[in-house]
């Protein structure tokens, strides 16, 4: 079962930054989405941002002009910079991507990283 690897999760006071990262194996290719979603505890998973291939992005109205997503090809890697964090921002991170492996379309998640905003 192929899966993403996420990192750059923890604990971060209001106001601060975290960076999240996430390695897509080599065996994904054509990916034309990437995608971060989080789930806090009792709600349901929510995009959070994403880029396409084209890199045009998208994001939730609650993360505007605080977090960042963006790609690096080379590295096979997506990232989501978040600034001014808040406490509400507070969840599991997951990567998501698709693509293509072994000639068939894939939608691909990795495990999850968690982000708590705290004081």
């Known amino acids: 079962q192929v899966q993403l690897v996420e990192s750059g999760g923890g604990l971060v006071q209001p106001g601060g930054s975290l960076r999240l990262s996430c390695v897509v194996p080599?065996?994904?290719?054509?990916?034309?989405?990437m995608g971060w979603y989080r789930q806090a505890p009792g709600k349901e998973r929510e995009l959070v941002a994403a880029?396409?291939?084209?890199?045009?992005?998208n994001y939730a109205q609650s993360v505007k002009g605080r977090f960042t997503i963006s790609r690096d090809n080379a590295k096979n890697t997506v990232y989501l910079q978040m600034n001014n964090l808040k406490p509400e921002d507070t969840a599991v991170y997951y990567c998501?991507?698709?693509?293509?492996?072994?000639?068939?379309?894939?939608?691909?998640w990795g495990q999850g990283t968690q982000v708590t905003v705290s004081s």
């Open positions: 880029i396409l291939s084209d890199s045009t992005t």
């Open positions: 080599g065996s994904i290719i054509s990916i034309n989405y």
């Open positions: 998501n991507v698709r693509g293509r492996r072994l000639g068939l379309s894939g939608d691909y």
